[in-house]
C-alpha cells in the first residue's frame, strides 16, 4: 500500500478533517510528497472511543497471543523492506546505516517483549491464601497481580522516527501490557509513521485482534496532542521530546477530573565528570571518544554529553586542545528539521552570551544549500560564574558542549550538587579514583537514572537493566524507564481479589496456574499448582 497521507482510527483509513502539511526533507529543504492530512478533535474523540471499546478484549489476551502479535508486528514491519528505509533517510537526513540500526533495533524490542511476557515474571502473581484458624482473627485468601491500565495515548519523537515512534518502545511496552495504543505521529517523519502504522494494522489484522487496539493520528500537537491526553478514555501517556512539551502534557493531564500518568522522557544535558588521574593518563583517547559522542547523530540524543566537569590543569588544557583538534575535522551536520536547528542555533547564540562563557572549539561551518545543517561547537565556563548562573544548565539540543573548569575537588562537589536531575552521568577514571570519590558518586547516584564508568552516555541498550529515565527535568517520574522490559510497569497497576471464587480468577491467580507462570505464594517463589 503506497504512503496515502491519511489517518489510520480503529482499522480504517481515513482523511483528516483539520488542513493538510508535508513531510520535508532536512538535507535539502524540499518539500517530500505525499500530502498529509490532520485529524480533528472528532477523529481523536472516535480514536480513543474505539480503544475504549475494545480495551477489555485486548487487556484478557493471554501473554502468549500478545507475544504472537508483537512478533507480527515487527515481520511486517521487516516486510517493508527498503521503502521504509528509503523514507527513514528522506525525512531525517539519517544515512542509510542508521536507519537499518533502528529497524533493528524496534523490532528487537518489539520480539524482547515478545519473550517477555510469556515468562509472566512482570505479572508480580501473589497469593496469600486463607488462614481460618489463624487466631486472634482468621486471614482471608488474598490474591494479586498487574493487570493492564487502559489506553495510551503514544507521542513520537523526532529524532528517532522508528524506536521512538509508532512501533517504538512505549507502543512495545503498552501492548505488552495489554493496552491499545493511539500514536501521535510526529510531523518531521510523518511518511515513516504511516509505513509503520500499516504494519501495524496488518498484524492487527493477521492475529484477529479488534481495530481499535491501534490507530495512528497525525496533526498539530498543540490541538490533536491536547485533545488526546484530555479524552477520558486515555488512562496513561508516554512522551519523548522536549522538557516544555513533556511539562505541558503534564499538567494537562493533571487539569482532567480524573488526572492521569504522563510518562514522559524529557531533557538532559548528561554530566561528563573528568576525573584528575584518567586526564594525566588518558586525556587524547578520552577527547576523541567524547567528540565521537558529542556529534553522533548531530547531537541529537536525549543523551548526548552538554556538559562536562574536571579539576583545572594540565591535563584538562589537554583535553580541551584534543578537543578542538576533533572537532574541527567533524562535517556539517543535517538536522532533523527546520524548528530542530532554529532551536540549536538560539541555545547555542543564549550560551555564548553568558557571562564567563567562551568558544575554544568548533566543527566545520554549516553550509547555505537549503539544508537544515548546523555546526559543532565547544565551550568553556569556570565553575564560579556556572554556579552563578541557572540557565548555564539548559539543555542544548545539538552537538555543542560546556566545559566547567573547577578550582579543586571541592568545587567540582559543589558544581554537581547544583545539577538538576539527568538521564546519565559519566565518569572517566581509574578504578582507584571511583573508589576515592565516593563523596562524588553519591551525588550523581542522587541525581541520574544511569552512571556510566569509562564510557559515553550514547547508545542505550534495550535489556532488561537498562534505566532510562531520572529525576525531573530528565523525566516526570523518576521511578520508571521508558528503555527495556521495565518500563512495562508504567502501564500496568495492581488488583487485589479477596475470596474470589476458584473458577472465576485470572488464570495467572488460579490454584492450578495455567499459565505456568512464577507466583509468590505464602512469601514463597514457586511455578507449581496449588
Known amino acids: 500500500m503506497p504512503i496515502s497521507g491519511k489517518q489510520l482510527i480503529a482499522g480504517k483509513w481515513l482523511e483528516g478533517r483539520s488542513g493538510t502539511f508535508n513531510g520535508v526533507n532536512p538535507a535539502t529543504g524540499e518539500d517530500l510528497e505525499p500530502q498529509f492530512t490532520c485529524a480533528d478533535e472528532f477523529q481523536v474523540a472516535e480514536a480513543v472511543s ?47 546505516g542508521r536507519a537499518e540500526g533502528e529497524r533493528g533495533r524496534t523490532c528487537g524490542q518489539l520480539r524482547l517483549f515478545a519473550d517477555w511476557i510469556v515468562d509472566g515474571e512482570y505479572l508480580d502473581a501473589r497469593i496469600d491464601t486463607a488462614m481460618p484458624e489463624r487466631q486472634p482473627l482468621p486471614r482471608p485468601d488474598l490474591r494479586s497481580f498487574n493487570q493492564a491500565l487502559g489506553p495510551v495515548a503514544v ?75 484530555q479524552a477520558p478514555g486515555i488512562k496513561a501517556v508516554g512522551f519523548t521530546g522536549s522538557t516544555a512539551g513533556g511539562t505541558a502534557l503534564f499538567k494537562l493531564a493533571n487539569e482532567r477530573p480524573e488526572p492521569i500518568p504522563v510518562f514522559a522522557e524529557m531533557g538532559s544535558i548528561n554530566p561528563v565528570v573528568l576525573l584528575p588521574e584518567a586526564l594525566k593518563n588518558s586525556a587524547e583517547s578520552i577527547a576523541a571518544g567524547f567528540v565521537g559522542s558529542l556529534t553522533l547523530g548531530t547531537g541529537q540524543f536525549c543523551v548526548n554529553p552538554g556538559l562536562v566537569l ?87 539540543f545539538g552537538p555543542m558542549s560546556l566545559v566547567v573548569k ?99 480468577l485470572p488464570d495467572a491467580l488460579k490454584d492450578s496456574n495455567p499459565l505456568e507462570i512464577p507466583r509468590l505464594v505464602n512469601g514463597e517463589k514457586s511455578r507449581a499448582a496449588l
Open 406 to 504: 573547577c578550582r579543586d575537588r571541592a568545587e567540582l562537589l559543589q558544581a554537581i550538587q547544583s545539577l538538576q536531575g539527568q538521564l546519565t552521568g559519566t565518569l572517566q577514571c581509574s578504578e582507584s579514583e571511583l573508589a576515592s570519590y565516593g563523596d562524588l558518586v553519591e551525588l550523581l547516584r542522587q541525581r541520574v537514572g544511569r552512571i556510566v564508568v569509562n564510557g559515553f552516555p550514547t547508545g542505550v541498550e534495550v535489556c532488561h537493566s537498562m534505566m532510562h529515565g531520572g529525576p525531573f527535568p530528565a523525566a516526570t517520574d523518576a521511578r520508571f524507564t521508558s528503555v527495556g522490559t521495565m518500563s512495562i510497569a508504567r502501564f500496568v497497576r495492581p488488583i487485589c481479589f479477596q475470596n474470589y471464587p476458584q473458577s472465576l
Open 50 to 96: 474505539a480503544a475504549s471499546e475494545c480495551f477489555t478484549a485486548f487487556a484478557n489476551t493471554t501473554p502468549q497471543q500478545r507475544a504472537d502479535f508483537l512478533n507480527a508486528c515487527a515481520d511486517e514491519i521487516m516486510a517493508l523492506g527498503d521503502e521504509l528505509l528509503e523514507r527513514v533517510s528522506a525525512e531525517t537526513g539519517y544515512p542509510r
Open 155 to 229: 507521542f513520537g519523537a523526532s529524532n528517532f522516527p522508528l524506536a521512538f515512534s509508532v512501533a517504538g518502545g512505549d507502543t512495545a511496552a503498552a501492548f505488552a501490557a495489554g493496552c491499545p495504543v493511539i500514536v501521535k505521529g510526529h510531523n518531521s517523519h510523518p511518511g515513516t509513521s504511516e509505513l509503520v502504522a500499516q504494519a501495524i494494522d496488518k498484524a492487527v489484522q493477521k492475529c484477529g485482534l479488534p481495530g481499535g487496539v491501534f490507530s495512528l493520528i497525525m496533526g498539530a500537537g498543540k490541538t490533536v496532542g491536547a485533545a488526546l491526553v
Open 310 to 396: 574536571a579539576v583545572e590543569g594540565d591535563g584538562l588544557e589537554q583535553f580541551i586542545a584534543a578537543t578542538g583538534e576533533a572537532l574541527a575535522k567533524v562535517g556539517a551536520g543535517v538536522m532533523l528539521n527546520k524548528n530542530t536547528r532554529q532551536g540549536y542555533q538560539s541555545g547555542v547564540a543564549k550560551l555564548r552570551d553568558q557571562a564567563g562563557v567562551e568558544q575554544v572549539a568548533a566543527g566545520e561551518a554549516a553550509g547555505e544549500d537549503g539544508g537544515f545543517t548546523c555546526q559543532a561547537g565547544l565551550l568553556t565556563v569556570c565553575a564560579k560564574d556556572f554556579l552563578a548562573n541557572r540557565e548555564l544548565q539548559e539543555e542544548v
